[in-house]
């Protein structure tokens, strides 16, 4: 039975009234996308279906929602696939190689990584331009990428610090190679690490608005969040319902990716894996 | 090849000069060392005396700042690790966490592209004779430490190399057990005839298993010689010290006129000793206790078959080991008989007499 401290109860009740916004927020968006009027989160209309009519046609100059589904999941599914990858090698050179100038490549991605990346949006925008990548989804999912690699290198090498020495030796005796030692034996021994960077940086990237909205203006390869802004800003009177129908549409991913994902964010935040 | 070994081609080991830095720590003073094929050799020392680091430089895991790496006739001191030929068993045993025993014992054959059913044939086999052919499917954290400990040994030795390196292989395991290893890796080395190096701390270990000890203290070779040799001859005081349990009473002092003279002890010694300041030891178990050496017993430990008596002779204290009960006096008369008496000089080096 887990220990309960003592007054258990107050600091659930504490708790409780700080998340409550948010539960009312997601309470709203279940109850509008199935209601004509919401006054406040009591439906006052009928229950319908027709807020959820944007699945089957598009709505007003916007792409199909498909169109842009597609491309969100392009677009997580690409920086986690990146991410994950050139991390675990930057990382495991990091913490396993020597190279000149080691310490000083750590330093560096330890500003990065807490560099605001906001800042760079203008000259990002100019490489991609120099790059004929602007207003296409490659050139959002580098930008991304880079951004969320010094996250992805300090996790990872936490990671791959927590193999033995002795194991890699061990390894070099039997006759791998580095590059063999860091697929065969480094790389399954950090896939906790690997798993949890892969959920991280997807449901970040899920989320994502600032760098699709700046870098995409076609229609064509919209995303999710670009889609669902353009509900609340534009020149038309906001739809409600339908704003908190997208919103559910939008959410629902990152929800299953995030329960399948929990455990191994769990053990991101452990930070280590056990042998 | 590895037949060819077993008739007696194994592979001897020759170090020239061998040394290594870590930034200013001299981690090893240049060595010479040879090794005949086919021996079970023991590195004995204090943890950081350059036993280990030795073993790495043969292994090819540290590349040495000098010298040369001899197996047999092939100079390997600048060949990454996968080609010289070693297996090696790690303190932690070293496993492969992800896979089965089987696996990690196939591993080093897989990395030389060994066809698979060839691969089965030689795990099955050597999983046989280490006893862990039932545990084979099972990940190294289902087995006991025993089994892991096997396993490893099957991992160095499965690709029959020239060279089995063995980084103190039984410290992770039971007292019990240990016992039992040590008679079994010291079986399997005289059945494969496979050449092997054995680091450890532990004495008795070096002592009861390899054919010949070399001692290291300070990144320094002391001395090189049989467990017999170490015993009756240690090289240097460090040696005279280190082998042998209890240790070695060693007294600073000088030798004049027939006698061996330290603070209130006085010790006759033959007369052709050379004279001046020098050191003398005598083992525990080879001081008497009668004779006209009067001390004061200050200590006594049954040890099951022996008593361990603590004695004090003036101002120095001294350890005897007897199998006789001794008197319940508080004043022993103790002697050092002279064929059993070391002499070493100021530096610790010892002096033939």
Partial sequence: MPLRPRGWWLILLVLAAITLPIVVGYLWIVIGSFNTRVHGITPVGEWTLENWRFLGERVGRRPPIWTALLNTLLFAGGVSLLVVTVSAMAAYAISRLSFPGRGWFLGLVLVLHAFPAVSLLIASYYVLRVLGLFDSLVGVVLVMTSFMMPFGIWLLKGFFDGISWEMEMAALVDGASRWRIFRTIALPLVRPGLFALAVFTFLVAWGEFILPYTFIVSGRTWTLSIYLQSMLGDFERADYGLVAAVGLFYILPAVAVFLVGQRYLLDMYFGGSKG | ?353
């Avoid at chain 2, 592209?113 to 954290?141: F, T, W, Y």
């Avoid at chain 2, 030795?157 to 410290?171: A, F, G, M, T, Y």
């Avoid at chain 2, 101002?315 to 070391?342: E, G, I, K, M, W």
Wanted: hydrophobic share 40%; charged share 25%; glycine share 10%.
């Fill in chain 2, 1 to 353: 090849m590895s037949a060819d070994r077993r008739n007696g081609g194994a592979v001897p080991v020759s170090l020239r000069g061998l040394a290594k830095r870590f930034g200013s720590v001299q981690a090893l003073k240049p060595l010479d060392l040879d090794i005949a094929g086919g021996e079970l050799i023991a590195f004995l020392g204090p943890s950081g005396c350059g036993k280990t680091t030795t073993l790495l430089l043969i292994a090819g895991i540290y590349r040495a700042d000098e010298g040369e790496i001899w197996f047999g006739d092939r100079r390997v001191d600048g060949l990454h690790p996968r080609d010289r030929d070693v297996g090696m068993v790690f303190q932690s045993y070293a496993l492969y966490p992800h896979l089965t025993l089987f696996e990690n014992i196939a591993f080093p054959l897989r990395l030389k592209k060994v066809p698979n059913d060839e691969v089965k044939r030689r795990v099955e086999h050597i999983a046989e004779v280490l006893g862990i052919a039932e545990q084979l499917h099972r990940r190294p954290s289902q087995v006991s430490g025993g089994q892991q400990q096997r396993a490893a040994i099957a991992r160095a030795q499965v690709k029959e190399p020239s060279i089995l390196l063995l980084d103190e292989p039984l410290s992770n395991l039971d007292a019990k057990i240990r016992l039992q290893a040590r008679g079994e890796i010291r079986r399997l080395q005289k059945e494969l005839g496979v050449t092997s190096i054995l680091v450890t701390h532990d004495q008795s270990e070096a002592l009861a298993m390899a054919d010949r000890v070399a001692v290291f203290s300070d990144g320094q070779l002391r001395q090189f010689a049989t467990p017999d040799e170490l015993y009756a001859r240690p090289a240097d005081a460090f040696v005279a010290s280190f082998v042998g349990f209890p240790p070695m009473n060693l007294f600073e002092g000088e030798v004049r006129g027939g006698e061996f003279l330290t603070d209130g002890l006085r010790v006759p010694v033959p007369r052709s000793w050379p004279e001046g300041r020098a050191r003398l030891g005598i083992r525990p178990e080879h001081v008497r206790l009668e004779g006209d050496v009067e001390g004061e017993m200050v200590g006594f430990e049954p040890q099951g078959r022996e008593f361990l008596v603590n004695v004090r002779v003036g101002a120095r204290q001294l350890q005897v080991l007897t199998t006789a009960r001794p008197p319940d006096t508080s004043t022993l008369r103790l002697s050092f008989p002279p064929d059993h008496l070391h002499l070493f000089d100021e530096e610790g080096a010892r002096l033939d007499v």
